[in-house]
């Protein structure tokens, strides 16, 4: 159950979507009713299935954006996914405490080997084999980290 300043605080963050938001995975009423803003369900069967419905809707999208960046012109993948669009995004992927630390430091860890594996592919061929070394000690402290996390959620 979300507390009422964690709701007041998303609120606020998303005001401006609710208010201006058309298409997108969800439904207004389905924005509103993750927000608590609308009537909730009742118990049971009927909000088992809001949320089996929601958690559906989100797998589908993440395969649909990675649809479209495959599929779109530069020029709209460009306008659309820009590290101040996918800012909040991926802090709250991170951040937020919905999930366990394990599937948290995985994408994390995620982040570093395949950043660091575009930097490396992208940079000219001008890398010293120091940067090199740095990239590949980035990658293995992140894959190190990451298990070091798994590790104790499992404890």
């Known amino acids: 159950m ?41 118990g049971g069967a009927t909000l088992s299935n809001f949320w089996n419905r929601t958690t559906t809707y989100v797998e589908n999208a993440l395969v649909d954006l990675d649809l479209f960046i495959q599929t779109a012109d530069n020029s709209r993948v460009n306008k659309v996914i820009t590290a101040r669009s996918l800012t909040y995004f991926i802090q709250d992927l991170l951040w937020a405490g919905a999930y366990n630390n394990k599937n948290r430091a995985e994408i994390a860890q ?46």
């Open 2 to 42: 979300m507390s009422d300043y964690e709701k007041k605080r998303l609120v606020d963050k998303y005001r401006e979507h609710l208010e201006r938001a058309q298409g997108g995975i969800f439904t207004k009423v389905t924005r509103e009713r993750l927000l608590g803003l609308a009537r909730p369900y009742g």
């Open 110 to 155: 995620l982040f570093v080997q395949e950043g660091f594996r575009y930097l490396e592919s992208s940079s000219l061929s001008n890398l010293t084999e120091i940067h090199r070394r740095s990239i590949y000690e980035a990658i293995d402290l992140g894959q190190y980290l990451a298990q070091e996390i798994a590790r104790r959620d499992m404890e």
